[in-house]
């Protein structure tokens, strides 16, 4: 049990689908992130929130649409994936912003497998 | 900007082999510097940690020390058996200069052999 868990842990959709990806921590951290993890590419973060606010999007497509509503609690939507997207989606947690403290290390959940058919 | 660099993988040793991954970073602060580990089907989980030059992280037999001089924090374990096959990844964080994110290596693929 890593403190961070992502639901569902699987999911296949077609590409006109529209699903969500569930991310939670129950750590008290105040920074939330995604990462893409593909076959073969390195580590991509995708989105980063702190204090729930947005403070990072690394050019990703819009059909990836996040939300995060509490500290607690992060989301991925999705609508109209390509195959491309088809991936591990990897939510962390880190405490955020610690003015003169050393960073802290992320936690991960154990990602949800995504393919989009 | 931060960056890690480390060593291509895949890297296929015999048990009880020395294990080395090669891990170098640019940073314009002074970063945390990190290593994570990946086992099939999971998600990454801290391996150690070391938040400045000179520290040395250690867990589970592996170890890293954080060398300023060289930029560098390279993995080392003695004697590695088949439970340590996984993506091992280097990440550095630093608050000063990067905000708090971290940022990750493009993982080493290690495989152990009995």
């Known amino acids: 049990e890593t403190g961070v868990t992502q639901t569902p842990r699987h999911l296949v959709m077609g590409m006109t689908n529209k699903k969500s990806l569930k991310c939670e921590q129950h750590?008290?951290?105040?920074?939330m992130y995604w990462y893409k993890q593909s076959a073969k590419k390195p580590l991509e973060l995708m989105f980063v929130?702190?204090?729930?606010?947005?403070?990072e999007n690394n050019s990703v497509p819009s059909r990836f649409s996040p939300e995060c509503p509490n500290s607690s609690h992060l989301f991925l939507h999705l609508h109209t994936l390509q195959p491309e997207d088809s991936a591990l989606y990897l939510c962390?947690?880190?405490?955020?912003?610690?003015?003169?403290?050393?960073?802290?290390?992320?936690?991960f959940g154990q990602g949800t497998r995504l393919t989009v058919v | 900007g931060n960056s890690v660099t480390q060593m291509e993988g895949p890297v296929t040793l015999s048990e009880e082999a020395f294990l080395t991954i090669n891990c170098t970073y640019t940073a314009t602060g002074y970063p945390s510097l990190f290593w994570y580990v990946q086992y099939p089907g999971e998600g990454l989980q801290l391996l150690l940690k070391a938040t400045k030059a000179d520290d040395k992280g250690s867990n589970k037999g592996f170890e890293a020390t954080y060398r300023k001089e060289t930029t560098s924090f390279h993995l080392e374990k003695g004697s590695v058996q088949v439970s340590d096959s996984a993506v091992y990844f280097c990440?550095?964080?630093?608050?000063?200069?990067?905000?708090?994110?971290?940022?990750f290596g493009a993982g080493t693929r290690l495989f152990v052999k009995a």
């Open positions: 750590l008290g951290h105040n920074a």
């Open positions: 990440a550095l964080s630093d608050q000063r200069t990067g905000g708090f994110k971290t940022i």
């Open positions: 962390a947690s880190s405490q955020g912003e610690l003015l003169g403290q050393p960073n802290t290390e992320a936690f």
């Open positions: 929130y702190n204090f729930k606010e947005q403070t």
